[in-house]
């Protein structure tokens, strides 16, 4: 069992920064995928990063946001920076068991409550 704390989101305007954390329970946290997602009101849960020995993106994030991981820590991070409006959502971590890291949802095993990201224009 894992168990996902995310923090760090807030409420910014256009063309800032924001750093969220996501803090993991467990022994074997070097072993799970980690994976950011977002999801805006009315829309699906999307994919915006993930990371295992290599790093993941979504087209709409690429070069705007970095995904990284401290194994000592047990923490993922996600830097968001150049934020737009669209990027206004409630941001989940998520952790896979696994060799391979996926951009599906229904892939991960372990959820965080999410933190709410707003940018302003």
């Known amino acids: 069992q894992v168990q996902l704390v995310e923090s760090g989101g807030g409420l910014v305007q256009a063309g800032g920064s924001l750093r969220l954390s996501c803090a993991a329970s467990?022994?074997?946290?070097?072993?799970?995928?980690m994976g950011w997602f977002r999801q805006a009101p009315g829309k699906e849960r999307e994919f915006v990063a993930a990371i295992k020995r290599t790093t993941y993106y979504s087209d709409s994030v690429k070069g705007r946001f970095t995904i990284s991981r401290d194994n000592t820590k047990n923490t993922v991070y996600l830097q968001m920076n150049s934020l737009k409006p669209e990027d206004t959502a409630v941001y989940y971590c998520a952790a896979r068991m696994g060799v391979s890291c996926y951009d599906i949802p229904g892939k991960y095993d372990y959820w965080g409550q999410g933190t709410q990201v707003t940018v302003s224009s």
């Open positions: 467990g022994r074997t946290f070097s072993s799970y995928c």
